[in-house]
């Protein structure tokens, strides 16, 4: 759906009607700075401010846009973690519907991370089985451990499990404590045993995250998890089904750089400064957003056309 948007030029078409906006507010204030003669009513301050704060507004919406669209095209980096034994290779294996991980009742089987890629109610999900987290005196293990906390340094979403048929550890605490600050969904695990996690243990332990209690061995629980997988990527980014995401990391650099320029000239205007001076950081907004749409082509385009092409001889 997002691709046939951006074929049928939704994005374009936003961009377009933007930069007419812009355009309309820039076109006013340069006559009545450039034309005084012909007293041409200049925008009061506080009407160019929320000129430019209405176009900004639009733009920040697009940037917005973005982080699902990076997902949408690269896929959410989806870290299980946890110390050992707690079934994440188990919930892996559950999520593919194959058997991708080796799973034993012995502490430490997964030595080394396996990555996979998983469509989960249409958004991709890169996701990581890794090595239990705990203090070890086997090299291979370590190793595996180290590999763990890189990839949880880079990780979009962590799914970190519990065992509901164990007691919450140190380890358990310490591990949860020592997470990156990402979004992070609380999986316990094993529900199809007898509980010996008390349920306030995991809720004090959550805290405002979310909790799934699942079953990895009976596939229960999963349909919430997928649920909570979905609100934690989606909503934040306000969707809706008619909505397209900007999945281009060039388009996201020229807004980036239109909303620079933008928060420039509201700057200079909230600091008193005459118009003329905010027009510069206007133009340059409407220069980048022109990267978008074609209307605007950079000088080191221009030199790599001529440095590649026969062109005017």
């Not at 294996?93 to 991370?113: C, H, K, M, Q």
């Not at 405002?208 to 999963?222: L, M, Q």
Request: net charge negative.
């Amino acid at each position: 759906r997002n691709a046939s948007s951006q074929l049928a030029g939704v994005l374009s078409q936003r961009i377009a009607q933007i930069r007419r906006d812009l355009l309309d507010f820039l076109a006013q204030a340069e006559a009545a700075i450039d034309y005084p003669e012909d007293e041409i009513e200049v925008m009061p301050p506080v009407r160019a401010v929320e000129s430019i704060q209405t176009v900004l507004g639009e733009i920040e919406g697009l940037l917005a846009s973005a982080r699902v669209g990076k997902i949408l095209r690269e896929g959410l980096r989806t870290v299980i973690a946890g110390r050992p034994n707690v079934g994440k290779s188990s919930l892996l294996n559950a999520l593919l519907g194959e058997d991708r991980a080796l799973v034993t009742e012995i502490p430490g089987t997964t030595r080394d991370s396996i990555e996979e890629y998983l469509d989960l109610r249409g958004i991709p999900l890169r996701i990581v089985d890794t090595a239990g987290l705990r203090d070890s005196d086997d090299r291979i293990e370590q190793l595996g451990i180290q590999r763990t906390r890189e990839f949880l340094s880079s990780a979009a979403l962590i799914l970190f499990l519990l065992d509901a048929s164990r007691p919450l550890t140190n380890e358990d605490i310490e591990t949860f404590a020592s997470l990156p600050p990402v979004p992070v969904i609380i999986v316990v695990n094993k529900m199809d045993l007898p509980q010996l996690l008390d349920s306030a243990q995991w809720q004090q332990l959550a805290g405002a995250y979310t909790v799934v209690p699942i079953s990895a061995k009976e596939r229960t629980g999963f349909v919430e998890l997928e649920r909570a997988i979905e609100r934690l990527v989606l909503e934040g980014a306000g969707w809706n089904s008619e909505m397209f995401f900007v999945s281009n990391a060039r388009h996201y650099e020229s807004l980036d750089q239109a909303r620079t320029s933008l928060l420039s000239a509201l700057t200079a205007l909230r600091d008193g400064l005459p118009l003329d001076c905010a027009t510069i950081d206007l133009r340059a907004a409407l220069a980048a957003l022109g990267q978008i749409t074609g209307e605007t082509v950079s000088d080191e385009i221009v030199r790599e056309i001529f440095a590649k092409f026969c062109l005017g001889k």
